[in-house]
Nanobody
Framework: VQLQACGGGSVQAGGSLSLSCTVSGRRASEYGVGWFRQVPRKEREFVAAIKWSGDSPLYADSVQDRFTISRDTAKNTVFLRMDGLKPEDTAVYYC??????????????????WGRGTQVTVRG
């Protein structure tokens, strides 16, 4: 299973970016996909996740109502739309896939497969 994230960049506060995560080796819908982010010297932080069923997406409180996770099953791709970006959203963003549906989607420890990160920088 491989995941490839792209779409990061630099944007002014209040702006928007969209990230995409293409999954190969399995269907993106098979176990779901999560997004996490990390800044230096801090633990990887949950951002959003879409379960294998596709219903009830999960969001961290810090991004609720600003970020939207979605997927295109035909393209085996999961998207993270980020609106109203804040400087504190600056981080390296990772997409990941668990290896079971019996998963705590909010904990990075439950994810087995990780893509390379993509940098998101929000200028204040």
């Amino acid at each position: 299973v491989q995941l490839q994230a792209c779409g990061g960049g630099s944007v002014q506060a209040g702006g928007s970016l969209s990230l995409s995560c293409t999954v190969s080796g399995r269907r993106a819908s098979e176990y779901g996909v999560g997004w996490f982010r990390q800044v230096p010297r801090k633990e990887r932080e949950f951002v959003a996740a879409i379960k294998w069923s596709g219903d009830s997406p999960l969001y961290a409180d810090s991004v609720q109502d600003r970020f939207t996770i979605s997927r295109d099953t035909a393209k085996n791709t999961v998207f993270l739309r980020m609106d109203g970006l804040k400087p504190e959203d600056t981080a390296v963003y990772y997409c990941a896939a668990p290896h079971t549906t019996n998963t705590d989607y909010t904990s990075w420890r439950w994810y087995q497969h990780w893509g390379r990160g993509t940098q998101v920088t929000v200028r204040g």
